[in-house]
């Protein structure tokens, strides 16, 4: 078995960051937050790279890896993470509630690099003012190369807003303007929207039924043995990946998820000064199984009422849907397998594959899953790829579960 | 970071669903039709380039329509408005027209009272008991001020080029020109421009004016029911001893 690589240059030096001192690396990102973040730490006792101010804020970090697989496999291509800057140095005993000592005279110990997505220091600060659609303002925005480093690539949905109504960008980044002024007033197919720059530096603008549609590269099985041997197809097209740890969390919102079921708008439109109350039934990303029982959604008229003063009513149904972005995280697993992030990265797809109770039979929770979140990290010197999985509904149930018992979205 | 200390917190933030009041300057007045401002909101907007997006919005009170000098005019001299608005500018409305706030020890910005209460008094329209304090100035500019006295109930409204119309308690008193009431309405030779007023009271009505014109097609001088003996003639009639002439300066 071949173990991934992954390795660090600092401003584009490849001997800087030595791979034997690296103890190391960690990505992460996230569908719900503008961009990634990193943390490389390094195995420095002497406290050398300290006495040597080895890193500097605003300094840029490129870091590539190989993934492993079988000793006759061929090499995997070299895969990049999007580029990172380093916005502080630290180790582990800075803070007063860290138990951690360093070693004395020489502050060594752990040096811990912090990095962020370069967006988060360089944007284009300048104020304009935007009418046109919610993802054509999006596109001629991050299009743009007026902040010192461009996005290569961009996927952007087309919204469903009319583009009436104009948005001011003043004093605010590009990542806080897209988050602040557009995204809560932009739907994609009647559905929440989501912006984000994934893992290797690509910008998404999308619905999580666009994303959830993507078919997967990776699919997550039990460690393989005989009592499951029945789940490894060995003429699988998709990257087949044992499942090391897995944890799950159902209802993690559930309080502020039930007053979607049936929720109640109140709006007056700023432009006709017509007052509208509005039953909004909850419309699923995808549809299936929630876990609520079908007697307490039937039974009860309103789960939550919102009240939007002044806004445009396009505006407000719009910014109703994306409050409602909340049911698309009603389900969360989240996966570790091997180092795989040329397999599955924020707002990509996996499978889940695993087995039920009675290993014959299929899990509930079988079935295509969105990576709403994802960290690419090394323990005990091997790495290591951990997803969060999310989607608003199950297809799957488990048989002695009637399903007539169940509200259907 | 403390919050104090942290611009955004120190704002409100875009999301909020609160009108917010701004201050900003007049950009355009909209074509004859539309009744609403186009705006810039200082200091957010003062650089945005895209000129013809900036906010374009309605008088905040319905029957209002307020003006004020334009950039699209003077730029430096542009008037200020005080505007209600949504702390991202995606609703607002215009309130009126601002203020200059000068600190806490001068204000250079007030109305000349002490002129305009001269002025009055010349021309007998107030007393001199009339009290800055009691007075509410509704609007003023240059060229017009309108006021109530809060206690007397009198109004007035008055123009730079002397034109008023006073509603006192005892009187009302309309005024055209800026003429010193000391030389006579009727004085040709007067040193400043004749001026024409109409004084009214309980008990009488006086008119001063160089050139009095009644159209009309009967006129009624009293209760008596007799009519006027007179004769047309531009040159003196002798009759039974006596000499009548002419009036030359009343025409029929």
């Keep these: 078995m071949k173990e991934p690589i992954v390795s660090a240059y600092l401003d584009g030096d490849p001997e800087s960051i030595p791979d034997i001192s690296v103890k190391s690396i960690k990505v992460f990102a996230s569908i719900f937050s503008s961009y990634p973040g990193a943390e490389i730490t390094i195995d420095d006792p002497e406290g050398r790279f300290l006495s040597a101010l080895y890193t500097k804020p605003g300094a840029t970090i490129t870091i590539a890896a190989q993934s492993g697989g079988v000793e006759s496999s061929s090499d995997s291509p070299v895969l990049t993470f999007c580029p990172f800057r380093v916005i502080g140095v630290s180790n582990k005993g800075v803070l007063l509630t860290d138990s951690d000592m360093v070693q004395l005279g020489s502050l060594g110990g752990d040096y811990v690099i912090h990095l962020c997505h370069p967006w988060a220091m360089q944007s284009d600060w300048s104020n304009h003012a935007y009418r046109a659609k919610a993802s054509e303002i999006v596109k001629k925005i991050v299009s743009g190369s007026n902040r010192g480093f461009a996005f290569t690539n961009i996927t952007i949905d087309p919204t469903d807003d009319a583009g009436s109504i104009t948005r001011y960008k003043i004093g605010e980044s590009e990542a806080r303007f897209i988050h602040m002024k557009?995204?809560?007033?932009?739907?994609?197919?009647?559905?929440?929207?989501?912006?984000?720059?994934?893992?290797?530096?690509?910008?998404?603008?999308?619905?999580?039924?666009?994303?959830?549609?993507?078919?997967?590269?990776?699919?997550?099985?039990?460690?393989?043995?005989?009592?499951?041997?029945?789940?490894?197809?060995?003429?699988?097209?998709?990257?087949?990946?044992?499942?090391?740890?897995?944890?799950?969390?159902?209802?993690?919102?559930?309080?502020?998820?039930?007053?979607?079921?049936?929720?109640?708008?109140?709006?007056?439109?700023s432009l006709s000064q017509i007052s509208f109350v509005a039953n909004l039934p909850y419309q699923p990303a995808i549809p299936g199984y929630t876990l609520m029982k079908k007697e307490y959604v039937d039974n009860v008229k309103v789960t939550d009422v919102s009240i939007y003063p002044y806004r445009n009513f396009e505006d407000a149904v719009r910014l109703n849907v994306n409050n409602n972005g909340v049911m698309n995280e009603f389900f969360q697993v989240s996966v570790t397998v091997d180092f795989a992030p040329d397999l599955a990265v924020v707002g990509q797809t996996t499978l889940l594959k695993i087995s039920g109770y009675e290993t014959t039979k299929d899990h509930w929770m079988n079935g295509k899953w969105l990576v709403a979140g994802a960290e690419h990290f090394q323990k005990d010197g091997r790495y290591y790829s951990k997803y969060l999985l999310s989607r608003p509904a199950l297809n799957n149930l488990p048989t002695d579960i009637n399903p007539e018992s169940l509200y259907k979205v | 970071m403390q919050p104090q200390y942290d611009d955004r917190q120190r704002q409100a933030p875009a999301y909020f669903d609160q009108l917010q009041i701004y201050k900003a300057r007049i950009v355009s007045k909209p074509e004859p039709g539309d009744d609403r401002l186009q705006v810039r909101v200082i200091p957010h907007m003062v650089d945005i380039p895209e000129k013809d997006l900036l906010p374009i919005w309605p008088p905040f009170f319905r029957g209002q329509v307020i003006v004020g000098k334009t950039e699209a005019i003077d730029q430096k001299n542009a008037d200020y408005v005080w505007c209600a608005a949504l702390p991202d500018f995606s609703v607002g409305f215009v309130i009126g027209l601002a203020n200059t706030y000068e600190g806490q020890d001068k204000y250079a910005h007030s109305y000349n009272y002490k002129d305009l209460v001269q002025s009055l008094m010349k021309r007998g329209v107030v007393s001199s008991t009339m009290n800055y304090k009691d007075l509410y100035v509704q609007y003023w500019t240059d060229d017009y001020l309108e006021m109530v006295n809060f206690r007397t109930g009198d109004k007035f409204i008055i123009q730079s080029n002397g034109n008023m119309i006073v509603m006192e308690q005892n009187q009302i008193y309309l005024r055209v020109g800026s003429g010193d009431s000391s030389e006579t309405a009727d004085n040709p030779n007067a040193s400043v421009p004749p001026f024409s007023a109409i004084r009214m009271s309980r008990k009488e009505i006086s008119i001063a004016t160089p050139h009095l014109r009644v159209r009309a097609s009967q006129i009624t001088l009293g209760d008596k029911g007799l009519n006027v003996l007179g004769a047309a003639s531009p040159i003196p009639i002798h009759t039974e001893g006596a000499t009548i002439h002419p009036q030359t300066n009343i025409k029929v």
């Design chain 1, 182 to 269: 557009i995204l809560p007033y932009a739907t994609i197919d009647k559905q929440a929207s989501y912006s984000f720059v994934d893992e290797l530096g690509g910008f998404h603008l999308r619905s999580f039924l666009r994303m959830y549609n993507q078919e997967p590269k990776m699919a997550i099985l039990p460690p393989r043995s005989d009592a499951v041997a029945t789940l490894w197809d060995e003429k699988s097209t998709l990257e087949q990946m044992p499942l090391y740890d897995g944890a799950w969390w159902i209802g993690r919102k559930f309080l502020e998820q039930i007053g979607n079921f049936k929720k109640v708008l109140y709006v007056e439109d």
